[in-house]
């Protein structure tokens, strides 16, 4: 059976689990699909404040089922072109999601699961989680934006010893380049990153959402576009109800009140 995506919320939080322990939830069109659906829950919920995505069994995502690589590679092309397209547009999901979205991982994230993790806001990791863009081990090369991100995220020469030879990083190394926002104990990452949300969701929903944007923007644009477009962003949260309260809570000494 094909991995699903479990839905769950904890007060604020959307968690999101890819289950199928007995692959280390290998990624699915079915998991791709549900995915998709539930940002768009939580996108259209003003109750839901962030979204958490960890993986089931001890395990992040192992990436693609090699099982399902062998059978799409028999068939024609255009089946695994779906599968791609569909992994892509999830990725695209994470994101474009105007909510915080953290990944909580345990054990492995190798391979598209590697690619998952990097396309979260923030990643939070146990101790003794191992990050690895496992394709090359197979002769293939990296899907879901894994060599996009790691050639923004790392230096060139490691971001290609990523690509080229197929090594696990740790935890504490991704941490030591900016890419693993904290490090847990084994055991403990969804707990650290329901924590962490639950800090995010006493923040204006509205500002997460326009930083996040500026973020993502900023790689693409030149300096004096991205002021322009943080000249934009700061009239609108100054002007919008969240800003006013903002502000009026910090002349009172008191912790604001966001919406």
């Known amino acids: 059976m094909p991995s699903e995506m479990r839905s769950e919320r904890l007060g604020s939080t959307l968690v999101l689990t ?3 322990p007995a692959t280390r939830n290998t990624l699915s069109e079915q998991l791709f699909a549900a995915g ?3 940002l768009d829950v939580a996108e259209s919920n003003a109750e839901l404040r962030c979204v958490v995505l960890q ?3 001890g395990h992040f995502c192992a990436g693609g089922n090699i099982g ?9 092309p255009s089946v695994q072109m779906q599968m791609l397209e569909r992994f892509h547009e999830f990725i695209e999901a994470l994101r474009a999601c105007p909510k915080p979205v953290i990944a909580a991982v345990e ?3 190798a391979g598209g699961g590697f690619s998952l993790a990097l396309a979260c806001d923030l990643l939070v990791a146990a101790e003794d989680a191992r990050f690895m863009m496992s394709h090359a081990r197979l002769g293939l090369t990296p899907d879901g934006g894994g060599s ?3 050639a923004r995220l790392l230096p060139r020469p490691l971001a290609l010893q990523a690509v080229w030879l197929a090594e696990p990083f740790s935890a504490r190394q991704l941490e030591a380049h900016g ?5 847990t104990e084994s055991g403990r990452a969804l707990a650290a990153a329901c924590a962490l949300a639950d800090r995010l969701a006493a923040m204006a929903p509205n500002a997460l959402a326009a930083g996040k ?6 790689r693409h644009v030149t300096l004096s576009k991205h002021l322009t477009l943080e000249r934009d962003q700061m009239l609108q949260t100054l002007f919008h109800p969240n800003g006013g309260e903002g502000l009026q809570a910090f002349a009172e000494k008191r912790v604001p009140r966001f919406r």
Do not use: F, K, P, T
């Open 18 to 20: 890819m289950s199928d």
């Open 36 to 38: 998709i659906e539930a």
């Open 55 to 57: 993986g089931d069994g």
């Open 68 to 76: 399902g690589l062998r059978e799409r590679r028999a068939a024609d």
């Open 107 to 109: 054990g492995a994230a």
């Open 148 to 150: 996009w991100h790691l």
């Open 179 to 183: 890419l693993v926002a904290q490090v």
């Open 213 to 218: 944007d500026l973020v993502n923007q900023a």
